[in-house]
Antibody, heavy 111, light 108 residues
Framework: EVQLVESGGGLIQPGGSLRLSCVAS????????MNWVRQAPGKGLEWVSV???????YYADSVKGRFTISRDNSNNTLYLQMNNLRAEDTAVYYC?????WGSGTLVIVSS | DIQMTQSPSSLSASVGDRVTITCQAS??????LNWYQQKPGKAPKLLIY???ILKAGVPSRFSGSGSGTDFTFTISSLQPEDIATYYC??????????FGQGTKLEIK
């Protein structure tokens, strides 16, 4: 059974950093393209980033230069390193394989 | 970047009604379109991919059609458990893989 479990969210001050993790089971992260998608409170879905099986990465303009997507094949985990966080980054962050999504982790950027 | 225009933004219908949501892409995306269902407090669930292919286990009252720039999502007979927000998402060529604004479906 495919399962994705995110962690690492929390309350962080503007300008701070967080690293989100997404542990996958039932498939190999390295062999799939994996996404991060976020949803601000009461708002719609916003695609954030993708890493392809070959390693290529892409980002939404709103996070480019501040966020970095990566993966660790040894523990089948996807990451999102988030630096220089802003209030507008406040959202539930989901990792997704397209057909399967985690339950999300909440990031609140506030002083 | 490709923009996705989804309509309506909200919809009220009765149990048993046929419900239709549309999504228009700002350029040709072939058939590279997903439809998701999201219930309050839950993660989105993929219902349809490649514009018209029903994911395994999804009830057959859900369907999708279209190609190019114009797409339609249909619930043939609305059930109470279908109350949710629905999103389209394009995945043509290179990212960003943009979502539509969402359609909140309510029971009349």
């Amino acid at each position: 059974e495919v399962q994705l479990v995110e962690s690492g969210g929390g309350l962080i001050q503007p300008g701070g950093s967080l690293r989100l993790s997404c542990v996958a089971s039932g498939f190999t992260v390295n062999n799939n393209y994996m996404n991060w998608v976020r949803q601000a409170p009461g708002k719609g879905l916003e695609w954030v980033s993708v890493i392809y099986s070959g390693g290529a990465t892409y980002y939404a303009d709103s996070v480019k230069g501040r966020f970095t997507i990566s993966r660790d094949n040894s523990n089948n985990t996807l990451y999102l390193q988030m630096n220089n966080l802003r209030a507008e980054d406040t959202a539930v962050y989901y990792c997704a394989r397209g057909d399967s999504w985690g339950s999300g982790t909440l990031v609140i950027v506030s002083s | 970047d490709i923009q996705m225009t989804q309509s309506p933004s909200s919809l009220s219908a009765s149990v048993g009604d046929r419900v239709t949501i549309t999504c228009q892409a700002s350029q040709d995306i072939s058939i590279y379109l997903n439809w998701y269902q999201q219930k309050p407090g839950k993660a989105p669930k993929l219902l349809i991919y490649d514009a018209s292919i029903l994911k395994a286990g999804v009830p057959s009252r859900f369907s999708g059609s279209g190609s190019g720039t114009d797409f339609t999502f249909t619930i043939s007979s609305l059930q109470p458990e279908d109350i949710a927000t629905y999103y389209c998402q394009q995945y043509h060529d290179l990212p960003p893989f943009t979502f539509g604004q969402g359609t909140k479906l309510e029971i009349k």
